[in-house]
C-alpha cells in the first residue's frame, strides 16, 4: 500500500483537477458537494477505491506507470532517468483529469438522485477544505486588533525559539525577495519589512490579508499581499524569493503541492524555512482534541516520513525541534491559571507573557538541549519541528 503522504497528494491531485470539470448539470455549490462526500479507500493492491453512498464509482492505480508521486529516497538523477520532469507533470495531469472526469459522468447519470439526497442548501459539512480554512481564518482575523500586536517583541522574546533560530540562519534579509506563505494577521512579513525585506506576505484568507496591510501601516512598512491557496502560488506571482518562509502551514495543507510551488519560487541559493507541530506528543494531542475551537479540523501535524520526504527533496537541509520539557508551561496555562484554551491560543499567550514565564522557560530550555542532543529519539516528542532547506532537487 503507498505511503499515507502519497496516497493524500493524490486525493488532493483529483479534486483540485475535479473542481475545474464541473459538469453541466451541476452548480458550483452541488458539485463541491458532491466531491466532499466522496470516501477515498485504499486496498491492497495500491489502487485507492473512490465511493459515494458506499457504492464504489471510481479506482485509480496508483501504480499507473504514467503516474509518479515522488518518494523519499528519490534522487535529481533517479527522476531524469525514469521522464523529464515537466513531461511527467503532463501524464500527472492527464491521469487525474481521466479519473475527474469519470467523476463527472457519474454526476451527470445520477444527477437527481444525488441532488435530491444533498438538498440545495450549503452547509460547514458541505464546505471544502479550503473554504473552511478560508471561513476560520476570517473569523479570527475579525476578532483580531493589530494596534495590540508588538511585533518586534514577538521575535525577540525568549519563547519565540523557531523564528529566532530561522533568521539566524537565513541572515541579513535588507534588499532580499521574501515571501511568507499563510501570513496569518502579519507580524512575521511586517517584521522581516522592518529589516529591508522586500516581503510578499501570502494567504487563504482575504480577513487575514486585511489585517497584515493594516499592521503594515501602523509599522509604517510596505508588504505585497497575495491571496490563493498554498498549493497554486506560483500562479499569483513572476516574482522569485532568496527566502520563503512558511510557519504552521505544511500541517494545514497538501505537503507535497507546496513543496514543489516552494521549488518554483525559490532564486538558485534561496533558503526555504518552515515549522510546524509533529504529531506524537500526547500531551500536545490531548490539547489538540481540547482547544477544537481555535483550530480547524482538517489539521494534520508532521509525521516523521512527512518531515523526511520534505528534507529528501532539497540537497541540504536540517531540522531543529522545540518545546519537549517546556511544553510544562502549558500545563501551568491550564491547571494553574485557569486559561480555557477555546478561548486562548496558548501559542499566542506563550509570545505576549514571555517575560512572565521566562524564569520557568529558560532552565526547562537548556534541560531540553541537553535531552535532545543525548537522545535522539525524544526529537518527534517535541511540540515543534523547524525545517531549513537549501537547493531545491527537480
Not at 477505491?49 to 534522487?75: F, H, M, P, V
Not at 505544511?250 to 516552494?262: F, K
Not at 527533496?313 to 531540522?319: A, C, I, L, T
Request: with cysteine; hydrophobic share 40%; proline share 4%.
Amino acid at each position: 500500500m503507498p505511503k499515507p503522504i502519497l496516497i493524500h497528494s493524490a486525493i488532493y491531485q483529483l479534486l483540485r483537477t475535479a473542481r475545474d470539470l464541473r459538469p453541466n448539470k451541476a452548480s458550483s455549490n452541488n458539485w463541491n458537494a458532491f466531491l466532499n462526500q466522496l470516501s477515498f479507500n485504499p486496498n491492497s493492491k495500491s489502487a485507492l477505491e473512490i465511493e459515494y453512498n458506499d457504492e464504489t464509482i471510481a479506482s485509480l492505480d496508483l501504480t499507473d506507470k504514467n503516474l509518479k508521486l515522488y518518494k523519499r529516497g528519490d534522487t535529481a538523477a533517479r527522476a531524469q532517468e525514469t521522464q523529464a520532469l515537466t513531461q511527467q507533470k503532463d501524464n500527472n495531469q492527464r491521469f487525474f483529469q481521466e479519473a475527474a472526469q469519470t467523476l463527472a459522468n457519474f454526476y451527470e447519470k445520477n444527477a437527481t438522485a444525488i441532488e435530491n439526497q444533498m438538498g440545495t442548501g450549503k452547509d460547514d459539512e458541505e464546505k471544502s477544505l479550503l473554504e473552511r480554512e478560508s471561513d476560520f481564518h476570517d473569523a479570527w482575523a475579525a476578532d483580531a486588533s493589530s494596534t495590540k500586536i508588538d511585533v518586534i517583541k514577538q521575535h525577540q522574546v525568549c519563547t519565540a525559539p523557531e523564528i529566532k533560530y530561522i533568521l539566524e540562519q537565513v541572515g541579513d534579509l535588507k534588499g532580499k525577495n521574501v515571501l511568507e506563505i499563510g501570513c496569518g494577521l502579519g507580524e512575521t512579513s511586517v517584521y522581516m519589512a522592518l529589516q529591508g525585506a522586500n516581503v510578499y506576505a501570502s494567504d487563504l484568507s482575504p480577513g487575514m490579508l486585511k489585517h497584515a496591510e493594516k499592521l503594515a501601516e501602523e509599522y509604517n512598512v510596505k508588504i505585497h499581499t497575495l491571496c490563493g491557496d498554498a498549493g497554486q502560488l506560483a500562479q499569483l506571482t513572476d516574482t522569485r524569493f532568496d527566502f520563503v518562509y512558511a510557519a504552521n502551514i505544511l500541517h494545514h495543507a497538501d505537503i507535497i503541492a507546496v513543496i514543489e510551488q516552494v521549488k518554483q519560487l525559490m532564486k538558485p541559493g534561496a533558503v526555504f524555512a518552515s515549522w510546524d507541530p509533529v504529531a506524537y506528543n500526547p500531551a500536545i494531542n490531548a490539547y489538540r482534541k481540547m482547544a477544537m475551537e481555535v483550530r480547524t479540523e482538517d489539521e494534520h501535524p508532521l509525521t516523521r516520513s512527512d518531515i523526511n520526504w520534505v528534507k529528501s527533496r532539497f540537497e541540504h537541509s536540517n531540522s531543529r525541534y522545540y518545546w519537549l520539557s517546556t511544553l510544562s508551561i502549558f500545563l501551568l496555562f491550564y491547571f494553574w491559571k485557569r486559561k480555557d484554551p477555546n478561548k486562548e491560543r496558548y501559542w499566542k499567550v506563550v509570545l505576549e507573557e514571555s517575560e512572565q514565564w521566562a524564569p520557568i522557560y529558560k532552565p526547562l530550555k537548556r534541560l531540553d538541549d541537553v535531552l535532545l542532543k543525548l537522545i535522539p529519539p525524544l526529537r518527534l516528542l517535541c511540540w515543534n519541528v523547524v525545517l531549513v532547506c537549501r537547493n531545491p532537487i527537480d
